[in-house]
């Protein structure tokens, strides 16, 4: 996206409330909070924080912006500050560079002219083990030259699935957060997350030149005015948006996406990471060791030729129709009047047609009624799954890596069971039937299971993985079971196993679904002449295990009508893998995922047959 495309991204949305006193916003996180207690990623009941170590580093997190802005001084600090930058020292900064390359200049034109392309007006970044010089892997850093060789020199075309950077560990199908921006040349980025650590991503994009979108999570007016205040003073160039949040109190805005705009292609992002340095496998300081990792996926889409735009483009996919009804309802183009210069005209620029082969899972927040409630939660994902021609009518196996765990029970594992399979998700149609249909949604048949366990498999860590890993108990912080939870009769313990990473003394935050459905039972057909090898299939994105991720099914009092609530905004894609009767998970997945398994399969269990605990979960509160 050039920048003729998007002069209207760095309008600020209008706001009623100006004349209110503002409780928080960018620039109270110019008065650093003290370590703020990252806990778990949603909250399904209300335990209480535990307190990290003073390692942990001082991300911002929706739940301590009201904090931060408490801490500051009265007045606050000037908008000539703003993501942990001063604007005043950086202009003196650029000065001084400008009058440097200058004097240079008379001497060594070629080298002045490179330095001038380079610079792009920052602060050196954290520290040089987390931004030493990239080696020449497949996550290079070459550009498509132009949109005649875009089929050619994009370096993702059909996606791929990555693992995050880790200092210390073989570079092998890893990806560092600089190789993703690439921000050089980047135009205009889209970033959602739950958490972010300013500081640090000031470092990673090039604010001067670049329009930044950010979603967020705010759920106060007076704090939404004044972050858009604070946005509007520091550059034209910034905007914020904020997803509305209506599933109840422990609702988060938890997706996390990256929409990369660049001259050439559009990459998409959707990483299971925050946006901190922790998560992206940075040290938090020198000499300190990576402590987590989280997996990535990402496509790039080649601009079309401007020949060929009109007000429709022919390329959209499922994927692509889904993804802007998802970027509708979380309202990214609020306050933008001409329509040719939205987030979702300008995707309309791009070429969707190798995403095919991928489909797009959210989780609105908020009720949904009829047929909105069958294309988000999990009845989306049995959407999804449909819409790939991978439903499938006899038995699956299914491998859950989750970093946390809410109030799992055997009903939600048949919910999640049947929509895997692409099994339809039936709303109640009466008060009385409501429980009814919740039963008949989890209820198996048709596989020769005994019991759902048998073939539902969640990893997640043990106590001893989590106090042997490289950053300790004090890492595990957005890695979350409460022990209510767990300690229930209600709770499948048997499908627990110990989610430990291939990549030694690494704690994983990704959430990843393996599914490999089997041929002992009958299989739909692909097509109508020919039945086709069941094939698996991986979902990658911000979803745990949890049901303020996937949503839950009711009957709504009010509006005498069947509802599925979700109460976090989530994000995720569906990936085709290979053939997937009587083979392992190496076997079916191996190539996607890079030739390298993300954790130990089989994993060990943590409860035994008989339910006895053989290792202690990662439990907290009790």
Known sequence: ???????????????????????????????????????????????????????????????????????????????????????????????????????????????????????????????????????????????????????????????????????????????????????????????????????????????????????????????????????????????????????????????????????????????????TKFDWGEPLGIGKPSCIENIVFLIDLPRLPETSLDTSNPTLTPFAHTLMKFLHHMEVDAGIENDSQTVLNGLLKFDFTRTKHIA??????????GKDSELTGYPGLSNAVRELSLQHQGPIEVDYATASLGQLNEEMLGNMYQVLRGGLVELPSSAASSAATKKKNATVSGDGAKNIQDRFRVYFPSCNTVQSSAGGTPSAGTIFLPHKAYSSDSFPKRCLRDHVSTRPCLLSHSKMIFVRPQTTGAPQKASKSKATPPKGFVYIGSANLSQNAWGNVTWDRKEKQGKLTCGNWELGVLVKAGESNGKGLQEVFGEIMGGDFPFEVPGARLVNEQGNEVMKPWVQGG
């Open 360 to 369: 797009l899972v959210h989780s609105i927040s908020g009720a949904h009624y």
């Open 1 to 275: 996206m050039d920048d003729s495309d998007y002069e209207a991204l760095s309008d600020t949305e209008s706001d009623s409330d100006t004349n209110k006193a503002p409780s928080a916003g960018l620039k109270s996180l110019q008065e650093k909070p003290e370590v703020i207690d990252l806990v778990n990623d949603e909250k399904e009941s209300a335990p209480k924080a535990s307190k990290r170590s003073n390692s942990v580093e001082k991300a911002i997190t929706p739940a301590s912006v009201s904090s931060a802005a408490s801490k500051s001084p009265a007045g606050g600090l000037g908008p000539s500050t703003f993501l942990g930058l001063d604007r005043k020292k950086m202009e003196q900064e650029r000065l001084a560079r400008q009058k440097a390359r200058k004097r240079t200049a008379e001497t060594e034109p070629e080298r002045a002219a490179k330095v001038s392309k380079m610079d792009t007006g920052f602060v050196q970044t954290l520290n040089h083990q987390a931004n030493s010089p990239m080696p020449s892997t497949k996550a290079s850093t070459t550009q498509p030259q132009s949109t005649d060789q875009a089929s050619t020199s994009l370096q993702f075309p059909d996606g791929a699935i990555k693992r995050t950077w880790a200092l210390g560990h073989p570079r092998k199908n890893d990806i560092k957060i600089e190789e993703i921006l690439q921000k050089q040349d980047l135009n205009v980025a889209l970033i959602s997350s739950w958490q972010l650590d300013w500081d640090w991503l000031g470092n990673k994009l090039d604010l001067q030149k670049t329009k930044v979108i950010m979603c967020l999570e705010c759920k106060n007016e007076e704090d939404k005015a004044q972050w858009r205040r604070d946005a509007s003073e520091w550059s034209k160039l910034l905007r914020v948006c904020f997803p509305p949040i209506n599933g109840g109190i422990y609702s988060h805005m938890h997706s996390k996406l990256m929409l990369l705009f660049h001259k050439d292609f559009l990459r998409v992002v959707v990483p299971t990471a925050n946006l």
